[in-house]
């Protein structure tokens, strides 16, 4: 099997498009998605060893600080989970655009870290970067509905958070059914055709609010023109496909899985490996060899157990580290001081505790 080498998604970029995204304007906004979809921060100019030596202080404070900004969200690894979250899901689009009701969509599933939410809004961005092409002329047009389930949701909790991304203004005594018509109103007048729906673990179909949640989230399917795509973590185990309603579901929607990478076989390692080499290629450190990352690519997965999330906070953190230190390349030393996630702690040392299970589990 051809496995396609992940790269460093470096979107079109203009003036406009170093946009940050307001602290008070979420995804979960109309504001905060549109300046996520136009972002796209420049990679800062590297300069060499006697063109840094020459600038004032102050200057070199000010560059350092723009790098340390840069590795903490460093470009996007275009990974396979999302090459296929965005081709399935823009063909879903397509085949429901003339589909009247029972629109077919797709359930990213997974663990936690595996990047589920990465990979939902980099289709949302794939998709309303493609719209926007298509139709230049019609600003006001708002393809693209990013929500998350709240815990311990309701019905009109979840219609909340669709009113909250339109940017609509309800009297707080607003029903449901006030709140659910208003907003298809909206979206079907700004033309949404794709709704992302995250944190869908969320909704529990085993109570009766989180059944009350699930038809909710039916009706908008059914009263909006819109393909729908759900990510959770695990949501198969959650109960979401249980009962009548989990059998509706199961009968409309895809699932996606999102898993961690694996490293049992040699197309598994080389894999592994060109993850790592181009989040490496992604760095702007004076004096880090290229080839140092995937040279310790085995430790490298030993210590994140092969999740996306946790090697990427390892990398950036050891970056950022490289700079602080003024030691400008990521050392073993410096990766061993990046604190990551408990459950990438718990599987490393699971591997260590058992000589030869990298390879074993690895496989599975």
């Known amino acids: ?7 460093a998604f470096h979107p079109p970029t203009s003036a406009e498009t170093a946009e940050e995204i307001p602290p008070d304007n979420p995804l979960t906004t109309k504001e905060g998605w549109s300046a996520f979809v136009r972002r796209a921060p420049e990679p800062p100019r590297l300069r060499g060893g006697a063109e840094w030596l020459a600038l004032p202080l102050s200057r070199r404070v000010i560059e350092d600080e723009r790098r340390r900004d840069y590795h903490a969200d460093l ?8 090459q ?11 085949l429901n655009r003339h589909q009247i009701s029972a629109r077919r969509g797709a359930i990213l599933s997974g663990m936690s870290g595996t990047g589920k939410t990465t990979a939902l809004t980099q289709l949302g961005r794939a998709h309303e970067i493609a719209i926007r092409k298509r139709h230049p002329a019609q600003a006001d047009r708002l393809p693209v509905i990013y929500v998350a389930v709240p815990p311990a949701a309701t019905a009109r909790m979840l219609a909340v958070e669709f009113a909250r991304f339109l940017g609509l203004e309800l009297p707080a005594r607003a029903n449901l059914t006030d709140i659910t018509n208003t907003v298809c109103s909206v979206a079907a007048h700004t033309h949404v055709d794709l709704v ?19 038809d909710q989230l039916k009706y908008f399917a059914e009263r909006l023109p819109a393909t729908f795509v759900y990510a959770g973590v695990e949501v198969e185990a959650q109960g979401l496909f249980a009962g009548a309603r989990g059998r509706q579901i199961a ?25 790592v080499a181009t989040l490496e290629s992604t760095l702007r450190l004076r004096e880090h060899a290229p080839g140092t990352l995937p040279a310790m690519a085995e430790q490298l997965y030993r210590r994140t157990g092969g999740m996306i999330g946790s090697l990427s906070q390892l990398i950036r953190g050891a970056a950022i580290l490289a700079i602080e230190t003024g030691t400008e390349r990521i050392t073993e030393d410096l990766l061993d001081l990046v604190p990551i996630d408990y459950a990438a702690e718990l599987a490393a040392a699971s591997t260590r505790a058992r000589p030869g299970a990298l390879g074993r589990a690895a496989a599975l």
């Open 1 to 7: 099997m051809t496995r396609t080498r992940p790269t």
């Open 75 to 82: 470009p996007l690894v275009n990974t396979p989970t999302i």
């Open 84 to 94: 296929k979250v965005i081709a399935a899901g823009r063909l879903l689009v397509q």
């Open 196 to 214: 992302l729906v995250d944190e869908i673990h969320n909704i529990s179909l085993a109570t009766r609010t989180g059944a009350e949640v699930s």
């Open 251 to 275: 009968g409309r929607f895809t699932v996606i899985t999102a898993a961690p990478f694996a490293y049992g076989t040699p197309d598994q390692r080389r894999a592994w490996q060109a993850l």
